[in-house]
């Protein structure tokens, strides 16, 4: 078996490579693109065992197809991990492959989850999405900034029929008319567009047993569901609501020293967009919900409101979690769920029994 440890760069990649029967080493630099093909193209010869580590990029996309081609096995680190197994101070390209290959000789590369390729791709469906509706909303902000310096406030008005009359017709310079007008025609290209990638959304959550459950938690729409299922991947890899929320970024940063404890902010690693989406979720969910909605107003009293806005979206994570691990609905959640703290529950648990 050959086992090569890559240190991958967009540009190339340093690689150090080991055949494990003989004890060969060899070293070598790949330009990318044609270069490295060519030579594990080479390598794919049959009865040849190939396996490569590398750390986690998102560069490689077009690597990690060609690895599948030829039937590679590629692992895939925790770059954090790897970056704390390095003792000496010097940091090389050469000495970063040879680690890489080092720690897999040893069984100790710290591999992580990676979603395979139809998760990827509806992830980029998410992600499509979410830039459509940042930019149509940034055209929006701009027409309305034209409306105000006009003496027309009428906020969400504006984009009815009679809001965008009003609009068009004020008498503008000709470089502000022409700016009002390019605006507007990028917002009607863009509006059929979200619409049109919505329903696809919609669509691929009703395939996805796991999302149609979480769906019926007041607050939570296709969108999250969708987008949890995805970036979660499976409930089994976590434990405990602790490591969905941590997972999530949604957990304090902590630097902690003897009888001295320090919280900072939380430390939003994970997916930027699905923290996004359960914020937004969370304070749909507190305006349905009358314990949510109490719960947050004295989280915001205590602490202010973006902390509880934050509060309530990672308990909104946590609940979600418990319900596709114990593949639960909502009510069977209200059920059998976790009431600790609440009045006649002195298990935490309500009573199953009716």
Known sequence: MLIIGADYHPSFQQIA???????EFQERRLEHREEAEHFYRALAAPGVKVRLGMEASGQARWFERLMGELQFELWIGDAAEIRAKRVRKQKTDRQDAQLILRLM??????RIWVPNWENRDLRQLLWHRHRMVQARTRLMNQLQSVALNEGLRCKKKLWRDAGRAQLE???LAPWASRRRRDLLELLDRLTPTIAELSTAIEQEAEKCPEARRLQTHPGVGSLT???FVLIVGRAERF??????ASYLG???SEE??????????ITKQGSSLLRFLLVEAAQVTVRSDRAWRSKYFHLAMRRGRKIAKIAMARRLAVRLY???RQGWDYEQMKKFGSHAGEPGNRDGVSSNTE
Do not use: N, Y
């Open 17 to 23: 490579l080991v055949d494990a029967d003989t004890g």
């Open 105 to 110: 000789m040893e069984d100790r590369f710290p």
């Open 169 to 171: 017709a004020f008498r």
């Open 225 to 227: 569901a969708l987008a």
């Open 239 to 244: 434990q405990c609501g602790k490591q969905i």
């Open 250 to 252: 949604l957990v304090p």
């Open 256 to 265: 902690s020293s003897g009888d001295r404890r320090r919280l900072g902010h």
């Open 322 to 324: 418990w319900m596709w």
